[in-house]
């Protein structure tokens, strides 16, 4: 059997390297590979810090790919590899002889992303430390990963994300398997999920094939979820109105990783709220005072009283993007997440 291949690259030269990679390792034409590295630039490399220093190791067993490839890319018309490519990530240079030094690892590690052959959408499970984002001025939810690199045990501080490839797997379900893998890395209460699983639980409430996956309903996502083991409560922001936001920042400040759709024009998607961006002075004389005595030496800050700007994990582009998503329709509240559609 072939061993490892490894390559060591820098942020200059990462995008060029990893192209002559894939060139190597698949068959895929050289329009296919351009357009996938394209699209890899914009919707995530763009985002993280110059001078990083990323570790290349080939054929690497993903199980998230390995699932959808299993029950279905092997049985499509067009030959898939079952092999993936593993990126880690550095702060620091590191070289062919200081990868093998555990304590420089750990004391640079910034976690990794797996890239998989279903072109063009090729970044697969991540899971990156946010201080690898050019914009890091925020806080998330985050839960510590053992992961190793090189086959030295590390470990990483992040949330879990991937792309969606458009086939086995959604936006509907990235967000399922995200939420659900945050939650079972980080409580012994609830366990891991696989897309074939996700598509198991489902099969008790559609009437057609589930592969390709042509999307979910809020309902669908909702009912996963509950089968998962989290309680539900649905709030319609057709209801509640102003309510709604002070709901949605409630759980928010409250550290709950939240899952939600957006519908509108015809067109649904889900992703995932983990926290919010840091709030300056500004934004602190912005909040409302909530006083406690008459005096009005003791009060609180109603943050509920301020519009923030959400931290998303979303499948279409680089983890922690930071914005105002419009949120249309109604909103679902678990115990320990929420569905928006």
């Known amino acids: 059997m072939a061993g490892i291949s490894t390559r060591i690259f820098q942020s200059n030269n990462f995008l060029n390297g990893i192209e002559n990679v894939l060139n190597e390792f698949y068959s895929v034409n050289e329009e296919t590979i351009l357009n996938s590295i394209q699209h890899l630039d914009f919707s995530f490399f763009t985002h993280l810090k110059d001078n990083l220093y990323f570790f290349i190791e080939y054929p690497y067993v993903d199980k998230f790919y390995r699932n959808s490839y299993y029950n279905y890319y092997s049985s499509k018309?067009?030959?898939?590899?079952?092999?993936?490519?593993?990126?880690?990530?550095?702060?620091?240079?590191?070289?062919?002889?200081?990868?093998?030094?555990?304590?420089?690892?750990?004391?640079?590690?910034?976690?990794?992303?797996?890239?998989?052959?279903?072109?063009?959408?090729?970044?697969?499970?991540?899971?990156?430390?946010?201080?690898?984002?050019?914009?890091?001025?925020?806080?998330?939810?985050?839960?510590?990963?053992?992961?190793?690199?090189?086959?030295?045990?590390?470990?990483?501080?992040?949330?879990?994300?991937?792309?969606?490839?458009?086939?086995?797997?959604?936006?509907?379900?990235?967000?399922?398997?995200?939420?659900?893998?945050?939650?079972?890395?980080?409580?012994?209460?609830?366990?891991?999920?696989?897309?074939?699983?996700?598509?198991?639980?489902?099969?008790?409430?559609?009437?057609?094939?589930?592969?390709?996956?042509?999307?979910?309903?809020?309902?669908?996502?909702?009912?996963?979820?509950?089968?998962?083991?989290?309680?539900?409560?649905?709030?319609?922001?057709?209801?509640?109105?102003?309510?709604?936001?002070?709901?949605?920042?409630?759980?928010?400040?409250?550290?709950?990783?939240?899952?939600?759709?957006?519908?509108?024009?015809?067109?649904?998607?889900?992703?995932?709220?983990?926290?919010?961006?840091?709030?300056?002075q500004d934004n602190y004389n912005q909040i409302e005072d909530i006083d406690l005595r008459e005096d009005g030496r003791l009060f609180l800050k109603n943050v509920n009283s301020i519009e923030n700007d959400f931290i998303f994990v979303d499948d279409n582009f680089a983890p922690y993007r930071v914005g105002i998503y419009i949120i249309r329709v109604y909103i679902t509240i678990y115990q320990d997440g929420m569905v928006v559609k």
């Open 77 to 280: 018309n067009y030959s898939y590899s079952k092999e993936t490519i593993r990126v880690s990530i550095f702060e620091n240079a590191i070289n062919e002889e200081s990868i093998f030094d555990l304590e420089i690892l750990k004391n640079n590690y910034l976690g990794f992303f797996v890239l998989r052959p279903t072109f063009p959408s090729i970044l697969g499970r991540n899971v990156i430390s946010p201080i690898a984002f050019s914009d890091h001025n925020f806080s998330i939810v985050s839960s510590k990963f053992n992961i190793t690199a090189n086959s030295l045990k590390t470990t990483v501080d992040g949330f879990p994300h991937s792309s969606q490839d458009g086939e086995s797997i959604t936006c509907a379900e990235t967000t399922i398997w995200s939420i659900i893998e945050y939650f079972s890395n980080r409580y012994n209460e609830y366990n891991p999920l696989l897309p074939s699983e996700i598509h198991k639980i489902l099969s008790e409430l559609t009437y057609e094939r589930q592969m390709p996956s042509r999307g979910l309903q809020a309902h669908q996502i909702s009912y996963a979820l509950k089968k998962m083991g989290f309680g539900v409560r649905v709030y319609s922001k057709s209801v509640y109105n102003m309510e709604f936001n002070r709901i949605l920042n409630s759980y928010i400040e409250s550290g709950i990783p939240l899952v939600a759709c957006v519908r509108g024009n015809g067109i649904g998607h889900a992703f995932n709220i983990i926290n919010r961006r840091n709030f300056n």
